[in-house]
């Protein structure tokens, strides 16, 4: 009975606490970055919540949810995955109050979150020498994976805004360009990854991870902006549903299929 209780421990302390990263992945996490970005201006705007109110309401929702993922200690879809939606409107609110709220420019917020999420991969690897997700399957693991992903939310916004925005560079040209960027990212991964000289799949995960963002935030934007500020005015009340429920059908795809369990660390 004491060596099961043991191996119980052993098994529940490796257990991965995220998801395997497959084409799902990535699939779900683009519909969950524009939606942060029409969900945001939906509460905001259309219920007319307004930023402040919107912040304190999701980030609240946000602390609920994530003391659940924590008490889980293990990947659950439809957990981890609302955590996401909720950090994505969440970092995207960080943003928007700064720039909005605080006056603050784009360039001087883009800044501010860049040395905020280095900060973040600094101390994580200090404290824990690796930045795998593969191998998030502790607590404290887990804490500095959150936060980087709601940094990179928040840079994602003010990053992604910058350049179609600030720059004026606009919607389609801007999200072209960052899906440009993701492209080059994975053809050097995988054509250099048999070469002597091979792209790191940490890195090129959290690149990929943090352009994104400003990726799906420049849909949503294309989506719902007004025509006069060069997208289609397709209505918050509209998109973010439907994304949601894109969203809800592949959690419960991947819930019964479970193409996307990752048991052991690397």
Not at 84 to 95: A, F, R
Request: charged share 15%.
């Amino acid at each position: 009975m004491v060596d099961q209780e043991k191996t119980l421990n052993i098994i529940d302390k490796i257990v991965s606490r995220v998801p395997e990263v497959t084409i799902f992945f990535w699939i779900i996490k683009i519909l969950g970055t524009t939606i942060g970005e029409t969900a945001a201006d939906f509460l905001s705007f259309n219920l007319h919540f307004g930023l402040v109110n919107t912040s304190y309401i999701m980030s609240a929702l946000l602390a609920i949810v994530l003391v659940i993922q924590f008490r889980l200690k293990r990947y659950v879809p439809a957990v981890y995955w609302l955590v996401v939606v909720l950090i994505s409107i969440v970092g995207t609110l960080i943003s928007d109050q700064m720039v909005e709220g605080l006056g603050i420019s784009l360039v001087t917020t883009t800044v501010i979150f860049s040395g905020a999420l280095i900060a973040v991969f600094i101390a994580w690897y200090l404290k824990e020498k690796t930045l795998s997700i593969h191998s998030i399957f502790t607590a404290r693991r887990e804490a500095f994976y959150w936060l980087a992903i709601l940094f990179t939310f928040a840079l994602g916004t003010s990053g992604g805004d910058l350049l179609s925005e600030g720059l004026g560079i606009g919607y389609v040209k801007a999200g072209l360009i960052f899906l440009g960027v993701i492209a080059l990212i994975a053809a050097c991964y995988y054509v250099l990854r048999s070469k002597r000289f091979t792209m790191s799949s940490i890195w090129a995960f959290w690149m990929a991870y943090i352009l994104t963002r400003p990726l799906g935030a420049s849909i949503g934007d294309f989506l719902t902006q007004a025509p006069k500020d060069g997208g289609l005015g397709i209505s918050t009340v509209w998109i973010t549903p439907i994304f949601l429920l894109g969203i809800i059908g592949l959690v419960i795809y991947l819930s019964v299929k479970h193409k996307d369990q990752l048991l052991l660390s690397e």
